[in-house]
């Protein structure tokens, strides 16, 4: 079974710049979850995805960030225009159970590694 | 008040050595206690929960949680170099509440040959 996966692994970009991540969920996966470390701190939630529907966004930080799943499939979160405490490591989780018990079938990516400068 | 915290480290030990890893959180709403591995590079990885309180034993690791202190263990024995790696804790509330995991801020551990 393949894992989640993400890209880019890396991305540098300049403040004001555009950038895309991109999360495929393990197949088979309705819920879909976006994280981020920044340096330091704790990983944080963003939001959560049931299929193509966002069940919880309550931790995006700001309308520069957004978040799309058409079709139920692969998801991007976009961030426009980035600033620099955008830098971090964006994690995608997926999980077949709305409600991991436990974090057991929680499954998460390498992470993006962003670097706004 | 962070809701749970969890001191970054490093924590550097020979092999063979019994490795403590702790965390104390406020939310007494906590019910899954969940421990993660993180290797450079990579995502966190499950290693074990406990649902409320008490002991779960996986091979060499041992996860605890003492609710009455909001205080929660993972202990390591016999470590060894490729134990290296990040830790994080991890909490949520049961059914019902906020199952969204709050995590720690990881503890770096380093298992020296």
């Known amino acids: 079974e393949a894992g989640v996966t993400q890209f880019p692994s890396h991305s540098v970009i300049e403040k004001g710049q555009t950038v895309t991540l991109r999360c495929d969920p393990i197949s088979g996966h309705d819920n879909l979850y976006w994280y981020r470390r920044v340096m330091g701190k704790e990983i944080k939630f963003l939001l959560h995805?049931?299929?193509?529907?966002?069940?919880?966004e309550s931790g995006m930080p700001n309308n520069r960030f957004l978040a799309e799943r058409t079709g139920g499939t692969y998801s991007t979160l976009k961030v426009q225009p980035a600033e620099l405490e955008d830098s971090g490591v964006y994690f995608c989780?997926?999980?077949?159970?709305?409600?991991?018990?436990?974090?057991?079938?929680?499954?998460f990516g390498s992470g993006t590694r962003l670097t706004v400068v | 008040q962070k809701e749970v915290e969890q001191d970054p480290g490093p924590l550097s030990v020979p092999e063979g050595a019994i490795v403590s890893l702790n965390c104390t959180y406020s939310?007494?709403?906590?019910?899954?206690f969940m421990w993660y591995r993180q290797y450079s590079r990579k995502g966190p990885e499950l290693l074990m929960y406990?649902?409320?309180?008490g002991n779960k034993e996986d091979g060499r690791f041992t996860a605890q949680v003492d609710k009455s202190s909001k205080y929660i263990s993972l202990f390591i024995r016999d470590s060894q170099p490729s134990d290296s790696a990040t830790y994080l804790c991890a909490m949520s509330e049961a059914s019902g509440g906020s199952y969204i995991p709050t995590f720690g801020r990881g503890t770096s551990l380093i298992v020296h040959p």
């Open positions: 939310n007494s709403a906590f019910q899954y």
């Open positions: 995805f049931v299929k193509e529907s966002k069940q919880d």
């Open positions: 406990t649902y409320s309180s």
């Open positions: 989780a997926s999980s077949q159970a709305i409600v991991p018990q436990g974090g057991d079938g929680y499954t």
